[in-house]
């Protein structure tokens, strides 16, 4: 799903700096030395030519890393796809998690390989009183070697289940991954819905101020009283109290992120990108098969099993036993060396209380790891079906403001305040029919941002990243 090699910029030091600036002069230097024009120069000019085309190339070959080591923010409006890149690149958790994956992977040689052999050297004399070694029988010099070798089988299941487990921490890694965006969804969304709901807010205050001079105009002409004055000023009141409400929201949108993408909160991120089409929700059979097939959770518990299930047989051949292959040369300094060979066999003469309870241990460890697959797929079903079907009332609602509530809630505000206009209808009426639209536009705002929401925690119960991280797009 995610590539194993390292997120993480590995940044110039200076001595690489001046190694690379180095052999770019060496090559520019055999290069120009083919062209005539270059020979044609004068000697005191020739450094500083090579030292200028050397400097080029070297930025030239340093690019792509200098631009993979960070990416600005686009001009224009803040995107998902740029704070998705980022946080994959720069998040902490996102960076722990792959370098302990990483870690594990190195773990299944260790555990495939033989013990390490032992060598040794060891001197024999015959008495306390003089040297003896070449003068008698029993006087040598020896050295000798030792290899443990497990029985065939066991080193195989070692290996194996350290690889299950750095499998596991595979799928662990990209359930963070999954994780960490979908978060980064979620905040950007809280973040566009604040800015767009602030919008909205400060369309219909500047609409309230239209009204409010209207209805001081009737007023001044003894066509309205000084209550309509003072309810249109309380409602944009109300609404430049909302205003500062979602300047908090924002604020503590922009906290997360930046909390995310491991950021320094120097300056505020840019106004968001709002767009009022949304993708179109997949049936829930589908996402089910997804989920099924390639949910990192799911794939974390299958590990789980496999490991435990390997762990199980090796706990099995415990029964058997292990071998030690010895080998020893006496060298006795002109007389008859000696040497020797050897085979050391383990017995599990203790079985009824190591190997027999390591049997049933590995047992019990199957079993929960078999319940603990199915309870991982029960859940992650769950918060499917619950992230669906949040998704689906949320586009119907989506639909009914668009398509109904707010076109015919415009078109009764435009008709009360023409009405108004004439004496036709009270103040109250042309309120009511502001405030209506004025609810209906922040509602719709509101359920466009939890259709992403929900769309965003469906993204990691099936094991797919938000589309935006390699598209670039908003959402």
Request: net charge negative; hydrophobic share 40%; aromatic share 8%.
């Amino acid at each position: 799903m995610f590539s194993d090699s390292p997120a993480m910029r590995v940044p110039f030091s200076d001595l690489q700096v001046f190694f690379e600036l180095a052999g770019a002069m060496v090559q520019t230097r055999a290069m120009l030395k083919e062209y005539s024009a270059y020979r044609s120069l004068p000697r005191q000019y020739r450094g500083s030519a090579c030292f200028t085309i050397a400097i080029i190339f070297l930025a030239i070959l340093c690019a792509p890393a200098i631009a993979a080591a960070g990416e600005t923010p686009p001009p224009g409006p803040l995107t998902l796809g740029y704070l998705l890149r980022a946080a994959r690149a720069d998040n902490p958790e996102i960076r722990a998690v792959d370098e302990k994956y990483q870690a594990m992977r190195q773990r299944p040689s260790q555990e495939g390989t033989l013990p390490d052999p032992s060598v040794g050297v060891r001197y024999h004399n015959e008495q306390f009183g003089r040297i003896t070694f070449g003068s008698s029988d029993f006087s040598y010099l020896e050295f000798s070697a030792e290899q443990e070798v497990p029985f065939p089988g066991k080193l195989g299941l070692k290996e194996s289940i350290a690889s299950r487990e750095a499998e596991r921490e595979r799928a662990m890694r990209d359930s963070m991954i999954l994780s960490v965006l979908a978060r980064v969804v979620l905040a950007y969304t809280d973040l566009s819905v604040a800015d767009r709901s602030t919008a909205i807010l400060d369309e219909s205050a500047d609409v309230l101020d239209t009204v409010i001079k209207q209805t001081a105009q009737a007023y001044s002409v003894g066509t309205a009283v000084q209550q309509d004055i003072l309810r249109a000023t309380l409602e944009r009141d109300a609404l430049r109290e909302r205003i500062a409400m979602l300047a908090l929201q924002r604020t503590t949108a922009e906290a997360e992120i930046d909390a995310l993408l491991n950021r320094q909160a120097t300056e505020v991120l840019a106004k968001s990108a709002w767009i009022d089409k949304v993708s179109i929700l997949e049936p829930l059979d589908s996402l089910t098969r997804r989920l099924e097939a390639q949910a990192p959770e799911l794939r974390a518990a299958e590990e789980d099993v496999l490991k435990t299930s390997d762990a199980l047989l090796l706990a099995k051949r415990g029964y058997l036993p292990d071998f030690t292959a010895m080998g020893a040369y006496a060298d006795k300094n002109g007389l008859y060396a000696e040497w020797e060979v050897g085979l050391r066999v383990t017995v599990p003469l203790y079985f009824w209380r190591k190997q027999r309870p390591a049997i049933a241990e590995a047992e019990y460890n199957r079993r929960a790891a078999e319940h603990a697959r199915q309870n991982s797929r029960v859940t992650l079903e769950s918060r499917l079906r619950q992230a669906h079907a949040m998704a689906e009332t949320s586009m119907r609602l989506i639909n009914l403001y668009s398509e109904n509530l707010i076109p015919e809630a415009s078109l009764t505000l435009k008709s009360a305040r023409a009405s108004y206009s004439v004496g036709k209808v009270d103040f109250l009426t042309t309120l009511n029919a502001f405030n209506a639209l004025f609810e209906y536009r922040m509602r719709y705002t509101e359920q466009i941002g939890q259709y992403r929401r929900a769309v965003a925690e469906i993204g990691p119960l099936v094991g797919e990243p938000p589309p935006e991280l390699d598209q670039g797009a908003s959402p």
